[in-house]
């Protein structure tokens, strides 16, 4: 199976601020990776899929790069409702495997 | 707008069967554009793969869950449904049911609201 290793666990930022999320994949995924974010008692919802395409609907501060083994999710100027659990995953060979998510707490 | 929900005993016994179904409305699950499956997330934890399906039924798990685990669909409800045997306590999680977009990034699009199973006696 192919291992996801997301860092940091957890992050601490302030509104307004830009952060970045970085996963690194065990073996190349070229760039079948994707981006979700979870709030607390909620299902994930989708942000980024190929790496960084951006999903209908989601805000234009949410960016992702990277191919291969690493990967970056970049936030613009965050905003209250940007804090949360964001999780990578792959989708190069089954089982997709998740990463084990980042949290993004306020500073 | 499609719509997924998830329905099923919220409590199962240790070494019986987890059996829980997700409800599809605004698309057909004999789509040849998706694919069906499950998520699972333990209290607490990150997210792992069940697995899928594909109409009409080309089905794909997680290794550490085969031989336990089955996913099936049923077209005149359309619906899908999971099973899984021989439960255990490390099979307590909250279940989300999902869509997968079947090309390019196979990239999940849509979840159900998740339900969670507890297994205790």
């Known amino acids: 199976d192919i291992q996801m290793t997301q860092s940091p666990s957890t992050l601490s930022a302030s509104v307004g601020d830009r952060v970045t999320f970085t996963c690194r994949a065990s073996q190349t995924i070229t760039t079948y990776l994707n981006w979700y974010q979870q709030k607390p008692g909620k299902a994930p919802r989708l942000l980024i899929y190929?790496?960084?395409s951006l999903h209908s609907g989601v805000p234009s501060r949410f960016s992702g790069s990277g191919s291969g083994t690493d990967f970056t999710l970049t936030i613009d100027s965050l905003q209250p409702e940007d804090f949360a659990t964001y999780y990578c995953q792959q989708s190069y060979r089954s089982p997709y495997s998740f990463g084990q998510g980042t949290m993004l707490e306020i500073k | 707008q499609l719509q997924l929900q998830e329905s099923g005993p919220g409590l199962v016994k240790p070494s019986e069967t987890l059996s829980l179904n997700c409800s599809v409305s605004?698309?057909?699950?004999?789509?040849?554009?998706?694919?069906w499956g499950w998520v699972r997330q333990p209290p607490g934890k990150g997210l792992e793969w069940i697995g899928t399906i594909y109409y009409p039924g080309s089905t794909s798990y997680n290794p550490s869950l085969v031989g336990r685990v089955s996913i099936s669909v049923d077209t005149s409800k359309n619906q899908f449904s999971l099973k899984l045997n021989s439960v255990t306590a490390a099979d307590t999680a909250l279940y989300y049911c999902m869509r997968r977009i079947g090309s390019y990034a196979r990239q999940i699009d849509s979840w159900g609201q998740g339900t969670l199973v507890t297994v205790s006696s």
């Open positions: 605004g698309d057909s699950i004999s789509s040849p554009l998706y694919y």
């Open positions: 190929a790496a960084s």
